[in-house]
């Protein structure tokens, strides 16, 4: 998917791989690899430079959306495993959740940007 995206912005294999850190062949390997999967080609090479089947501009869209959603996983997934994201629930009776929540939710979300926070307010039993 990378590699797919990458030569499709770059519009060469070779800028492809530099925009991936990876050598021309290795790239070049991996693109083979990928048609092979798909079972269609992505690229026609003419006079040394890739055109783009159409094909490949029909998928070029959803690659950029899945690839920005795993990049949006990525970040969430390293968010929650450094504590730096999560759920945190909280319940009161009325008074306390109408007096102190909101000041102490507000607080909170300064220092914690990416936590969710759920209150749940119940009465006094």
Same mark, same amino acid.
């Given at each position: *998917?990378?590699?797919?995206?990458?030569? !499709? &912005?770059?519009?060469?294999?070779?800028?492809?791989? #530099?925009?991936? /850190?990876? @050598?021309?062949?290795?790239?070049?390997?991996?693109?083979?690899?990928?048609?092979?999967?798909?079972?269609?080609?992505?690229?026609?090479?003419?006079?040394?430079? *890739? #055109?783009?089947?159409?094909?490949?501009?029909?998928?070029?869209?959803?690659? +950029?959306?899945?690839?920005?959603?795993? +990049?949006?996983?990525? &970040?969430?997934?390293?968010?929650?495993?450094?504590? #730096?994201?999560?759920?945190?629930?909280?319940?009161? @009776?009325?008074?306390?959740? !109408?007096?102190?929540?909101? #000041?102490?939710?507000?607080?909170? &979300?300064?220092?914690?940007? /990416?936590?969710?926070?759920?209150?749940? @307010?119940?009465?006094?039993?």
């Amino acid at each position: *998917l990378e590699v797919f995206i990458a030569v !499709m &912005r770059a519009g060469t294999v070779t800028a492809g791989a #530099r925009m991936l /850190n990876i @050598s021309q062949p290795a790239l070049s390997q991996i693109l083979l690899h990928a048609e092979d999967e798909l079972g269609f080609t992505l690229f026609e090479r003419v006079k040394g430079r *890739l #055109r783009p089947t159409p094909e490949a501009l029909e998928i070029f869209p959803d690659a +950029e959306r899945l690839s920005a959603g795993l +990049e949006g996983l990525r &970040r969430k997934t390293t968010d929650l495993r450094l504590g #730096r994201a999560g759920l945190v629930r909280v319940a009161a @009776s009325p008074p306390p959740a !109408m007096a102190i929540l909101p #000041r102490a939710f507000t607080k909170f &979300r300064v220092q914690h940007p /990416n936590m969710m926070l759920r209150a749940h @307010s119940a009465p006094i039993a």
